[in-house]
């Protein structure tokens, strides 16, 4: 038997250990109006049958790691939506862009 501490949660970031990191403390915060929308827009399109969970957690695991840390939780959602609707051909880039 090891004397080994077990490992840390896991970061986000495809699993990849250098982003190992100590346990999350839950946050039972009510998500803020944007959070809510973000949301909302995750649920109709699932309904819809335009994107699952699975993918929605694929998006944002391919966020470049740099643009990952600069972003806020549901902004790492909506950036994930908006990519998994561009590549499914629901919208065109350019529409997405302000």
Known sequence: MSDATPAPATHD???APRFR??????DDAPPDAFG???DA???ILARKGLMSVDELR???EAIPEA???A???YERWLRSISGLMVEKGVVA???LRP
Request: proline share 7%; aromatic share 8%; net charge neutral.
């Open 41 to 43: 827009l995750r649920q």
């Open 21 to 26: 990191c100590t346990p999350v403390e839950p």
């Open 93 to 95: 880039a350019e529409e």
């Open 67 to 69: 643009e990952y840390h």
């Open 13 to 15: 970031l495809g699993g």
């Open 71 to 73: 972003l806020g939780y």
């Open 58 to 60: 694929r998006g944002i």
């Open 36 to 38: 809510k929308r973000v």
